[in-house]
């Protein structure tokens, strides 16, 4: 049977889909996607798809991938769902197939044990409370019977212990081949098997750093693939763009002195000036934290951070004490592996450093962020479409770009501009969902501004109702901190219903929380605007309280600006409107996960009706029943 006829065949009413999937029903635009597929595969071109809500557009790009037999790569936006394609979806096909080809999950260093760090923590003693040290114990327990040493398996610690950044290593800080339990490393273990995989399953992040590897010519993390596909490309552009910059964290400096540090007091011992070295390097980077600001959570222009003379001596002298550290280290080579191995990586920070003190390159953005005592340095380019698109014309093999997110007014110029994706086949396929009967889309009329707390409360007056009115069930997704604890501030003091609040725990815990309360409203920023699915009347209200646009002081959309207007580009139309429209997208796809759902989603801003543009967010948006009153969405929810 020819390659194009299995494809077909499979999706079949009598195919092998729905012999051997229980509740499997082929769907017109799931088969349509599939043939993409297949043709990207076949003529080795590029294939840009968004598939709506309930597509099935995991079987669709799975099975044309199994059937093909061409080594291929998988790569997702997220970690979940990484983890829920190989470990559900995946198999679930495998087996309908009869697929026997091997199949391998690849994840980032730092998502599998250190063995080395390990020892190092238990013999050095941790850095925390008990609870941290109750962790510790959990994972060491953890590590006698795990096989892949990934810590998501560890699901008796929550998953931001502060255990766990001390028990992973870093490309910087690993000791390759010369460690002790190479042999035995889940890292080297897990690059192993995604060599000799034919299908492997990876992220955005790693499949990002694996490229930027590849462009200095060093090793290569990913297999070469005859076909890769990328779930929740939306995400991809502003991923790529922080693999081929360079950046310096506080974190890495310290995690040198304390590296430095656990050298000279368990082999080094007769060398306390390393010590004090690696002491003096922590304080000045401490001290440099302390010059960039105090005021919370910080983003700024780097350029415009040097030119404060202050920060300027600060930071020379973290360079002064790098390079003494180094020369303390030099008289020392030889004596100890993780020593050498660490002067390595003294030698890569001084790089770094000189490149981020140099600002006068062109074409990227220079910036910086501080929260609490860390900090971190970037330099990222405008634009990564020269080398994506540069990737793309030098592999001639299948690629596939898709998620539910990525054309912007029925195009998808602003998705392929970025990644330099050229003559690419380019399919929009519609939900199956009902939404005209499913949901209803209101832009209340009279809201209030919001940009103060008095005005804000209004809001939360003129909402309760409505919350009320649905007995909870409710995502209110914020697009700053002021307005998501403000509002969950006015439910909590004017309501009886449960008030979640993003960051009061982890984000797993949270949305468990939500599901078995059953009548809670989750209160939340970013994180929740994506990659959640709560089916069923569990949730069935999603407020979005003003559309979603970056701040035009965030410094990195700022350059990019500047960059778009000096090419006679408009700013607004070209970079602001498009990248808002693809997350307000995301944030209403929260709502309808099923053919059963019903729902509602107010979004709280009239610019959506007031403004030429918001025809572009209307347009872009599943053809929900419209309203502007709420009288008439308090019936609807009653009636669902």
Known sequence: MKYDDKILHAFSEDGLLSSNIQGFRPRAAQLEMAQAVGRAVKFATPAVVEAGTGTGKTFAYLVPALLSGKKT??????????????NRDLPTIQKALKYKGKVALLKGRANYLCLERLDQVVAMGVLGDKSVLADLSKVSKWHTSTKTGDLSECITIAEDSPILPQLVSTAESCLGSDCPHFKDCYVVQARRRAMEADVVVVNHHLFCADMAVKETGFGELIPEAELIIFDEAHQLPDIASQYFGQSLSS????????????????????????????DHL???????????????SIRGNLRELFNDQKVVGGLTKVSENIDFLSEVIKKSLGRSETLDKIFERLAEVKVQLKKLSDTSVVGYCYWYEANGRSFGLHITPLTVADKFGEQLK?????????????????KFDHFCQR????????????SPFDYA????????????????????????????????????????????????RGLADFLREHSNLSVLLQGETSKARLLEKFIAEENSVLVATQSFWEGIDVRGDALSLVIIDKLPFTSPDEPLLRARMEDCRLQGGEPFNDIQIPEAVITLKQGVGRLIRDVTDRGVVIICDSRLVMRNYGKTFLKSLPPSTRTRDLDKVIQFLKNK
Request: aromatic content about 8%.
């Open 73 to 86: 790569i998988v790569s997702t936006g997220s970690k979940n769902l990484q983890d829920q394609l190989f």
């Open 251 to 278: 974190r890495q400096l310290f995690d040198i002195c304390k590296d430095t540090n656990i050298v000279y007091r368990t082999e080094l011992k007769d060398l306390a000036q390393l010590g004090k070295a690696a």
């Open 282 to 296: 922590q304080k000045t980077v401490q001290d440099f934290r302390l010059l960039m600001g105090t005021e919370g």
């Open 394 to 410: 030098n592999q001639q093999i299948g690629w596939v770009f898709t998620s539910a997110t990525l054309e912007v007014g029925g």
């Open 419 to 430: 990644l330099g994706i050229e003559n690419a086949e380019q399919l929009v396929l519609q």
């Open 437 to 484: 009967n499913q949901s209803l889309l209101c832009v209340p009329r009279y809201l209030p501004d919001t940009n103060k707390l008095h005005t804000l409360n209004e809001l939360g007056k003129m909402l309760m109702p409505v919350i009320e009115a649905n007995n909870g069930r409710c995502f209110l997704l914020c697009t700053s901190y002021f307005m998501m």
